[in-house]
């Protein structure tokens, strides 16, 4: 398969394998990766359509899923002892989860659909032992998901969140 071909191919044309390949490499989770390895990841990928008010995950379990968000809307919702809280929402091109691609993961949110929400999902199941095939692919993965870490704690900082004076406990994941 050669991908400047595959760009000239009208998107009705192509198959539901190309465009989840075309859409996984343009991530920086795995944009960096083997491009035959990547055509593994995205057979090994599902279409996944949730109804309005389904719940593409829930808090407190342990997941081993990626979401992709191809359309719809979800709600990031915090449950608490004095109920729930909408977080914020998230939509079309949202990747999600890829923490759980590499680690059983306890999901502190649960994401709910808020319009009809259509999905990628891979699963840890599939892309560990496709990744782990390759160790140069497997450290490339991992290295984009610190950077990952890294960026969401850098965009936490310069936020204003992060105050002086601040416990370390509270906020340095790039401390770990």
């Not at 306890?106 to 782990?132: E, H, N, Q």
């Not at 984009?144 to 960026?151: E, K, M």
Request: aromatic share 8%; net charge negative.
């Amino acid at each position: 398969m050669n991908l400047s071909t595959e760009n000239s191919v009208p998107e009705q044309e192509k198959s539901e394998v190309q465009l989840n390949l075309e859409i996984l490499r343009a991530l920086p989770y795995f944009e960096r990766l083997p491009i035959e390895l990547m055509k593994a990841v995205a057979y090994l990928s599902k279409r996944v359509n949730y109804k309005q008010d389904a719940l593409l995950f829930e808090q407190d379990e342990f997941s081993d899923q990626a979401l992709f968000v191809l359309s719809g809307t979800a709600e990031v919702v915090r449950r608490s002892g004095e109920g729930e809280a909408v977080l914020g929402e998230l939509g079309p091109e949202t990747f999600i989860g890829g923490l759980a691609l590499a680690a059983h993961v306890k999901r502190l949110f649960s994401l709910r659909a808020k319009t009809p929400v259509s999905c990628i999902v891979l699963s840890r199941g599939d892309f560990w032992p496709t990744i782990m095939q390759n160790p140069q692919a497997t450290a490339l993965f991992m290295e984009a998901l610190a950077q990952r870490i890294i960026q969401w704690e850098e965009q936490f900082i310069n936020s204003g969140a992060c105050k002086e004076n601040l416990d370390l406990v509270d906020v340095g994941v790039s401390l770990l």
